[in-house]
């Protein structure tokens, strides 16, 4: 392990002398040559079904893209403040638009027409470490910028979401939120129908909504993890994506909702204790499907597993497997726990506690291809599923694809591309930027 860097002292640089045993080790050498490659090409074989789109299908003429973006920032005072800086994006475009524009050096102007009032922001600021204020401790601090960040922004309508998906508003009954634990003496608890905060029965502390959620497991008294970050960033994009999903079949019913293409940058995932979502969401998007509304959603992979995968299957299966034209193939939950996760005998099939979307692989042509995310609305909880027909909305996802590729990112969507243009807080200079703020500085 080597020495950090001090005020006036480099980092220790790894020795390389360390090296020397290793590579003149006979047991190491002759554990190296008994190594071989594995013959990925039988691997593969009758391993994944490819699929033609289906012909004739409309591409939807509408599109809202949600992403999210933060930077951890450190002041240069001694001990450093930390703060997460966080910030999500919601944009419309219709496909008429896009298509006018040349996604490879597209003209400033036809960018500022697309975007021009058709992006909502939302962002907010978390203490991490090392700060004080006069909420109270660092944890109290941190929830009640949650709740407030939730409940203000945008005039409440992304906390009036996450009422409508705790509580099942769209049912129109009295149902009750998930349950969770106290943050402060872990009784279990929920909220009574439509409740925004309430006082633990058991302790007898100010409880809110947002609590429910589980943000407080990533914090102590007087610190938060940098997942917090990620945690709030992943929450507000689905609040964000569900909001305008919400509305839209709100003010417009399904005549709207029906050619209307819902992206999220990522997996349509949450996972540890933020799963208390999930169930909520694939109910909807069932009674949806019930009623003859089927919403089209997907989630784009852009890095992991699932998109390694796919390039090992495009760099190493048989030709005559392969053909130069767009394909999908559905990954059912027996292939991924076997040919993905390395886990053939995995107890419960994949994605069962903390996914809504399942995985499907879409080869544009043999340079193009991606991961993409599609519900199937209540979980299929069979080895062998999904298939393609209980993906929602399959047809008309594949169909849109094609018109709203990047041009400049391969397996890009340009919709992502575009909100990833306006919600990016990047290292530099953005990230510059906001430790000059922290500190006090004049930007």
């Known amino acids: 392990m080597a020495y950090n860097a001090g005020n006036n002292m480099p980092f220790e640089k790894a020795s390389k002398l360390g090296h020397l045993n290793l590579v003149n080790s006979p047991w190491i050498n002759s554990l190296i040559s008994e190594f071989e490659a594995i013959d990925f090409e039988n691997f593969?074989?009758?391993?994944?079904?490819?699929?033609?789109?289906?012909?004739?299908?409309?591409?939807?003429?509408?599109?809202?893209?949600?992403d999210g973006s933060y930077a951890t920032v450190s002041s240069t005072t001694t001990p450093p403040k930390e703060v997460a800086f966080i910030k999500t994006a919601l944009l419309y475009i219709s496909s008429n638009e896009v298509e006018k524009v040349d996604k490879q050096y597209p003209h400033p102007l036809d960018l500022q027409n697309i975007m021009?009032?058709?992006?909502?922001?939302?962002?907010?600021?978390?203490?991490?470490?090392?700060?004080?204020?006069s909420r109270g401790s660092n944890f109290d601090t941190v929830r009640n910028i949650i709740f407030e960040s939730f409940k203000n922004d945008q005039k409440g309508i992304?906390?009036?979401?996450?009422?409508?998906?705790?509580?099942?508003?769209?049912?129109?009954?009295?149902?009750?939120?998930?349950?969770f634990g106290c943050p402060y003496c872990e009784s279990e608890n929920n909220f009574e129908?439509?409740?925004?905060?309430?006082?633990?029965p058991n302790c007898g502390r100010k409880l809110f909504l947002t609590d429910m959620i589980g943000f407080h497991l990533e914090m102590s008294e007087d610190k938060a993890q940098d997942s917090l970050a990620t945690a709030y960033m992943l929450i507000m994009e689905h609040l964000m994506l569900f909001t305008v999903i919400r509305l839209t079949l709100q003010n417009h019913g399904k005549?709207?909702?029906?050619?209307?293409?819902?992206?999220?940058?990522?997996?349509?995932?949450?996972?540890?204790?933020?799963?208390?979502?999930?169930?909520?969401?694939?109910e909807f998007i069932h009674d949806m499907k019930v009623q003859g509304i089927y919403l089209n959603i997907v989630g784009q992979e852009k890095s992991g597993k699932f998109v390694d995968h796919l390039n090992v299957i495009l760099k190493h299966s048989p030709e005559n497997l392969?053909?130069?034209?767009?394909?999908?193939?559905?990954?059912?939950?027996?292939?991924?726990?076997?040919?993905?996760?390395?886990?053939?005998?995995?107890?419960?099939?994949?994605?069962?506690?903390?996914?809504?979307?399942?995985?499907?692989?879409?080869k544009i042509d043999n340079s193009t291809s991606m991961v993409i995310n599609i519900p199937t609305g209540l979980y299929i909880d069979k080895a062998d599923a999904p298939i393609k027909s209980d993906l929602v909305g399959l047809d008309r996802i594949l169909a849109t694809i094609p018109s709203i590729l990047s041009k400049r990112y391969s397996g890009g969507l340009y919709p992502i591309e575009l909100v990833n243009g306006i919600?990016?807080?990047?290292?530099?200079?953005?990230?510059?930027?906001?430790?000059?703020?922290l500190d006090g500085k004049t930007l």
Not at 193 to 200: G, I, N, V
């Open 322 to 362: 392969m053909h130069d034209k767009m394909e999908y193939a559905v990954l059912t939950h027996k292939y991924i726990n076997e040919k993905v996760q390395d886990l053939p005998n995995a107890a419960i099939n994949y994605g069962k506690r903390s996914n809504w979307g399942e995985k499907v692989l879409v």
């Open 158 to 179: 992304f906390f009036e979401t996450l009422k409508w998906l705790a509580y099942k508003k769209w049912k129109n009954g009295n149902e009750n939120s998930p349950n």
């Open 193 to 200: 129908f439509d409740l925004d905060e309430k006082t633990c």
């Open 44 to 66: 593969f074989i009758e391993s994944t079904v490819w699929n033609s789109p289906s012909e004739n299908v409309q591409p939807l003429k509408h599109i809202w893209v949600v």
């Open 423 to 437: 919600t990016s807080l990047s290292s530099y200079p953005s990230s510059k930027i906001l430790e000059r703020f």
């Open 255 to 282: 005549s709207l909702s029906d050619n209307t293409l819902f992206i999220k940058d990522g997996p349509l995932s949450l996972s540890s204790q933020y799963v208390k979502l999930i169930p909520n969401i694939r």
């Open 116 to 133: 021009k009032d058709s992006a909502i922001f939302h962002s907010t600021v978390l203490p991490l470490r090392n700060i004080k204020c």
